[in-house]
């Protein structure tokens, strides 16, 4: 995929538990094994359909 000429939010998925959420920045390209890639103008859309999928946001570190 790509690249892009603007910013884009990605989910990648297998249909059965494997999600891959990206954001991809002006100029990138990707490539991925996942069969299924959704790509977004927005990030809370993307993450909405990556938290449907199942995704889990990351902890962040304190320390």
Request: charged share 20%; with cysteine; hydrophobic share 40%.
């Amino acid at each position: 995929m790509g690249p892009f000429t603007e910013t884009k939010w990605i989910v990648c998925h297998n249909g059965s538990g494997v999600i891959h959420y990206v954001i991809l920045e002006p100029g990138t390209i990707m490539e991925t094994g996942q069969p299924y890639c959704e790509g977004f103008a927005d990030r809370d859309d993307a993450l909405a359909r990556a938290i449907k999928l199942g995704y889990v946001l990351p902890i962040e570190s304190t320390i």
